[in-house]
């Protein structure tokens, strides 16, 4: 079952489970940089907001375990796995590879020397639901995470691709089993320097 079809049987099936059996099943699914919708008003934030998790404390099943920016209100507060339900999942969390939709003309933030071809890995969340982003072209690049969608390895592949140029020393990846041109006197631990580009 998908995250998405995960985050809506865990809905449906909200108000047929006690309250430990759905902490338990939100505490198991969530993560840092999904999507929330809060299920009963508490403090300042109100049924059906939305937002975005910014950090998470699992220990205790009731405590206030989970950060959330909330968009609405404008700020971040702390409640408990029973106020929340997951709703699809964005894919961009800490730690993965992200890059600019192709569909952003202008980030709310500019572009610095990033573009759609940059690909760089998640460091954080701020508390204001922005993402960071480390980019071998710009390292701390913020970005709404609306902007941002996973780099599958094809587009990571194709990023590199598009860095090597002539003059490059380059040798074949390791989970390359035969070349495409064969090995010829090549082997993974050659290293040639690229000479022209088709």
């Given amino acids: 079952m998908s995250d998405a079809g995960a985050a809506q049987a865990v809905s449906e099936t909200a108000q047929l489970v006690s309250a430990d059996d759905y902490a338990k099943q939100i505490r198991d699914k969530i993560a840092v940089g999904r999507t929330v919708r809060c299920r009963r008003c508490y403090r300042k934030v109100h049924e059906t907001d939305i937002g975005t998790v910014t950090k998470l404390d699992k220990d205790g099943l009731h405590d ?4 959330v920016h909330w968009h609405k209100a404008g700020g971040a507060s702390w409640v408990r796995y029973v106020h929340v339900e997951l709703l699809e999942d964005s894919g961009v969390r800490l730690g993965e590879q992200v890059r600019v939709r192709r569909s952003v003309v202008r980030p709310k933030y500019g572009w610095g020397s990033v573009n759609h071809d ?3 890995k998640v460091t954080g969340l701020s508390s204001d639901g922005d993402v960071i ?3 071998p072209e710009k390292r701390g690049w913020k970005a709404l995470m609306s902007e941002l969608e996973p780099a599958t390895a094809e587009r990571r592949e194709e990023a590199v691709r598009k860095k090597i140029g002539v003059g490059d020393q380059v040798r074949v990846k390791r989970s390359v089993d035969e070349p495409r041109f064969k090995w010829g006197n090549v082997t993974h631990n050659s290293v040639g320097k690229v000479t022209g580009k088709d």
């Fill in 64 to 67: 206030l375990n989970v950060q």
């Fill in 118 to 120: 940059s690909v760089g």
């Fill in 133 to 135: 982003v480390h980019f």
